[in-house]
C-alpha cells in the first residue's frame, strides 16, 4: 500500500505545474471575485480527482499487466487510490479553507462561521464525485470512462433541475428554506449528507473491487 501511494505521488509530482496553476487561479479566485464558495469547490473537485490519473497512467502501455506481477492484490490497488483519492480530496479542501480564510481577513466578505458552513457542504459533493468517477475510470478506462464521467454528471445536474422545477411547481423556495434554517438544523443537515455520502462512497469501493477483479490484462 505504502509503495503503491508512493508511485503515484512520484507520478503527481510530474504534474506539479498544473498543479501549481489550480492553486494559482484559486487564489486569484479568492482575491478578485465576491464568491468565495466557488474558490473552495474548485480546489477540493480539481485536486481530489487528480487519482485518476494515476489509474490512466498504470494502464498507459499494458503497465497494469506488470504492475500486477509485483507483490500486490487487486483489492489493495483499489484500496490504494481509494485511499490517495481521499488524501488529496481533504488535503485540498483544508487548503482551500486556509486560503479563503486568509483573503477573507483582509476582505472581511463573510463571517468565518459561514466559510466554514460552506466548505462542510462542499466535502460530500466531493466524496459524491469521487464514488461516481473512481468505478467509472476502472471499469471503462481513459477515452471511455471521461464520456461515461461527463454522462452521470449530466444526469446529476438534469436530476437537480427536475427537483427544482418540481419545487418550483409546488411553490416550494428551496433557497428560501436553506436561507432560513437555524444553524443547528443546517449542521444536522450536512451531518446527515456527509453520512450518506460516505456509505455511497463504501459501496463504490465495494463496486471499484468487483469491477478490478473481473478485469484481465
Request: a positive charge; hydrophobic letters at 60%.
Amino acid at each position: 500500500m505504502k509503495g503503491l501511494l508512493i508511485k503515484d505521488f512520484k507520478l503527481m509530482k510530474e504534474q506539479k505545474n498544473f498543479l501549481l496553476i489550480i492553486l494559482i487561479i484559486t487564489i486569484g479566485m479568492s482575491l478578485f471575485t465576491n464568491d468565495l464558495s466557488f474558490a473552495l469547490g474548485f480546489l477540493t473537485f480539481i485536486v481530489s480527482l487528480f487519482s485518476l490519473s494515476t489509474i490512466s497512467y498504470d494502464e498507459f502501455d499494458n503497465g497494469n499487466a506488470f504492475l500486477f506481477t509485483l507483490p500486490i492484490t487487486r483489492s489493495k490497488y483499489v484500496i490504494e487510490k481509494y485511499y490517495l483519492s481521499m488524501i488529496l480530496g481533504i488535503g485540498s479542501w483544508i487548503l482551500s479553507i486556509c486560503i479563503i480564510s486568509i483573503v477573507n481577513i483582509f476582505r472581511n466578505l463573510l463571517p468565518f462561521s459561514d466559510v466554514l458552513m460552506t466548505a462542510l457542504f462542499i466535502l460530500p459533493f466531493m466524496l459524491l464525485i469521487q464514488a461516481i468517477m473512481i468505478p467509472f475510470q476502472l471499469k471503462f478506462g481513459g477515452e471511455k470512462g471521461r464520456i461515461a464521467i461527463i454522462a452521470s454528471i449530466g444526469a446529476l445536474l438534469l436530476s437537480g433541475i427536475v427537483l427544482v422545477k418540481i419545487a418550483s411547481f409546488f411553490n416550494i423556495d428551496i433557497i428560501f428554506i436553506l436561507n432560513h434554517l437555524p444553524v443547528v438544523s443546517m449542521g444536522m443537515l450536512v451531518s446527515i449528507l456527509i453520512i450518506a455520502t460516505g456509505m455511497l462512497w463504501f459501496i463504490s469501493l465495494k463496486i471499484s473491487m468487483s469491477i478490478m477483479n473481473k478485469k484481465e490484462f
